[in-house]
């Protein structure tokens, strides 16, 4: 753990949280000194208490709504990565590798969350004998109450499940984001964030070279699903006009000396974030009561 650099970061997503705090130089020299690593995580929430108190309840819920979706993820591939003949060999690195990163997320938000002095979330049945660790499989009905019953011995439908829940994914830390402004754990969740539009971008890769009717690019183009099951995920990702009231534009006016920007440009550029109560609904189709 490169506890500079995570300092470093924290400053740079909130230039006054030493104000808040008694001084970088003393803060460093009191972890380095003082703190076993192994408790770093209860330190670092302990710090980050103290400085925002005041918004602790509405981040640690924001991370616990992060939280619920990275259980969700991990159950899925981690179901999917052991399932014999479902993920074709070249392409099993990658999948582990994507487990292994939802593994690292949910590990970071539950020992953040615990930090901080907040309750972390558990999925229902957690404490059913099925469950491993991480995972919970008697919470989560991946074929969606029998949409998807070919999810776990059909690569191709595989595949969309984990595109949707992926770019779903993406958009959901969107709608989140605006509760870390200004707080020392934006950074990290835009880190996490960013790790999630990889995701989606590889399993979109896969899907292309396939031959994907849609032929998806890395990112969403206009409001375009893999399937016109799931266009809900994908609506308002069609819009072209950004920014907020006198300073917004509509991308598609703006010239290049060659022409206007199109409206698959336009749209590609920016991820449209998702309310949590809009994804609330999207993912409950996939838990089980």
Same mark, same amino acid.
């Given at each position: ?15 006054? /949280? ?99 002095? !907040? ?26 109450? !029998? ?16 595109? /949707? ?8 830390? &969107? ?67 950004? &920014?907020? &009231? ?14 206007? /920007? ?14 949590? &109560?809009? /994804? ?10």
């Amino acid at each position: 753990m490169n506890f500079k650099n995570i300092l470093q970061q924290i400053e740079k997503a909130d230039p006054e /949280v030493y104000e808040r705090l008694s001084g970088r130089r003393q803060i460093l020299k009191s972890f380095g000194s003082k703190v076993a690593v192994a408790a770093l995580p209860l330190a670092i929430g302990s710090m980050f208490k103290k400085a925002y108190g005041r918004t602790t309840d509405v981040v640690v819920d924001a991370l616990n709504f992060a939280l619920e979706l990275e259980y969700l993820e991990f159950a899925f591939y981690h179901t999917a990565n052991n399932t014999g003949n479902l993920i074709p060999a070249a392409d099993q690195p990658g999948f582990l590798t994507i487990e292994a990163h939802e593994q690292a997320h949910v590990n970071f938000l539950t020992t953040t969350i615990t930090a901080m002095g !907040g309750t972390p979330f558990v999925p229902k049945h957690f404490t059913d004998s099925t469950t491993r660790g991480s995972f919970v499989p008697a919470a989560y009905d991946f074929t969606g109450g !029998g949409a998807y019953n070919n999810v776990f011995n059909d690569y191709p439908t595989f595949l969309i499940l984990a595109e /949707v829940f992926e770019d779903t994914g993406v958009r959901a830390y &969107g709608g989140q984001m605006s509760v870390f402004s200004g707080n020392a754990l934006l950074v990290q969740a835009q880190q996490i964030a960013t790790v999630e539009a990889r995701h989606a971008a590889h399993v979109r890769l896969i899907r292309r070279n396939a031959g994907a009717s849609e032929l998806p690019a890395p990112w969403i183009t206009n409001n375009i699903p893999p399937t016109t099951a799931t266009q809900a995920n994908y609506l308002g990702e069609d819009v072209t006009t950004q &920014g907020v &009231g006198a300073i917004s534009i509509d991308i598609t006016t703006i010239t290049d000396g060659t022409g206007t /920007v199109p409206k698959s440009a336009a749209t590609a550029a920016f991820d449209e974030p998702l309310d949590s &109560g809009t /994804v609330t609904t999207l993912v409950s189709p996939f838990l089980k009561p």
